[in-house]
């Protein structure tokens, strides 16, 4: 889930396959996490989230893990559809209620 | 987009003109905020707003400013706007009740082009 530059990672799966997308945060004090998923010329939509005193958390077809330890981040999209196709992206709080986003994850889904 | 409009859209404008970006929203939720983006950056907090008239810079403030005079509006102002703030712009709004953070619902962006 680390970006360099401007080239974002990139995930490419098969339909109906299962997608893992992974994000290293940086604060070990961050209490909440929030994943997001941005289609091309739209604002980014929220997925799921989860707070520091969890480790896992379910929603439609999407989990999310939660490694404190070692200050990961995980998003598990089940049987993957064409329409998963987008930009996701890992979000943390630091402070308050201002979040810190990761540059990105692409995820391309082949038919 | 959890009601909320941002305008305009898109705009070009040329170097050294002032610039301003609105966010409504219809949920009055307490906090807004706005961001831009540009490829490979995710996006960066500019300033937000934690109630009427009271707002804070984020991680990219410098030549913004901001303004909120009521709930449903939110001002992001360019008062000189150079190359470098060429970038997509957007809001978002988040209720955060009891005062934990919660989740931010963002608009639709605006495409802001200085030439």
């Known amino acids: 889930g680390e970006s360099v530059g401007l080239h974002l990672p990139t995930l490419s799966v098969q339909e109906g396959d299962n997608s893992i997308i992974n994000c290293a945060y940086s604060?070990?004090?961050?209490?909440?996490f929030i994943w997001y998923k941005q289609e091309s010329g739209k604002g980014p939509q929220f997925i799921i989230d989860?707070?520091?005193?969890?480790d896992k958390r379910q929603g439609q077809r999407v989990t999310v893990l939660l490694n404190k330890t070692v200050k990961h981040l995980s998003l598990q999209i089940a049987a993957t559809q064409p329409g998963d196709s987008a930009v996701y992206f890992c979000a943390e709080n630091i402070d308050g209620n201002k979040l810190v986003f990761g540059a990105g994850t692409i995820l391309r889904v082949k038919s | 987009d959890a009601g909320i409009t941002q305008s305009p859209r898109h705009k070009v404008t040329e170097t050294g003109t002032p610039v301003t970006l609105r966010c409504h929203q219809t949920e009055n939720h307490r906090y807004m905020y706005w961001y831009r983006q540009d490829p490979g950056h995710g996006l960066r907090l500019i300033h937000y707003s934690y109630g009427v008239k009271d707002t804070d810079k984020g991680e990219v403030s410098d030549g913004y400013s901001v303004s909120r005079s009521k709930t449903e509006d939110f001002l992001l102002t360019l008062e000189s706007a150079t190359s470098s703030q060429t970038s997509v712009y957007f809001c978002?709004?988040?209720?955060?009740?009891?005062?934990?953070?919660?989740?931010?619902?963002f608009g639709p962006g605006t495409r802001l082009t200085v030439t």
């Open positions: 989860i707070r520091s005193n969890m």
């Open positions: 978002a709004i988040s209720e955060s009740k009891f005062g934990l953070a919660d989740e931010q619902y």
């Open positions: 604060n070990s004090a961050s209490d909440y």
